[in-house]
């Protein structure tokens, strides 16, 4: 999956990331402290994501809907 409709791919601010997954700014920051997603931090202590890293968490995260999607027998 491609979350990225085109520009180039730079790093991203948690607004960026919570757009691009569809969801809340506070989710991103949530998935954060729980380790599911890594952030350097600027001087001034902003958050910044690595597109790679948002990338492979969405795939992860589709994959993990899908399978939780089937009935079990």
Same mark, same amino acid.
């Given at each position: 999956?491609?979350?990225?409709?085109?520009?180039?791919?730079?790093?991203?601010?948690?607004?960026?990331?919570?757009? %691009?997954?569809?969801?809340?700014? *506070?989710?991103? #920051?949530?998935? +954060?402290?729980?380790?599911?997603?890594?952030?350097?931090? $600027?001087?001034?202590?902003? %958050?910044?994501?690595?597109?790679? *890293?948002?990338? #492979?968490?969405? +795939?992860?995260?589709?994959?993990?809907?899908?399978?939780? $999607?089937?009935?079990?027998?």
């Amino acid at each position: 999956m491609n979350i990225w409709k085109g520009g180039a791919m730079d790093d991203l601010l948690t607004s960026d990331v919570a757009r %691009r997954l569809q969801v809340s700014p *506070d989710t991103v #920051r949530n998935y +954060e402290r729980c380790g599911l997603l890594t952030a350097r931090r $600027t001087a001034s202590g902003v %958050r910044i994501f690595s597109p790679v *890293d948002v990338e #492979r968490f969405a +795939e992860e995260r589709i994959s993990q809907r899908t399978h939780k $999607t089937r009935v079990p027998r």
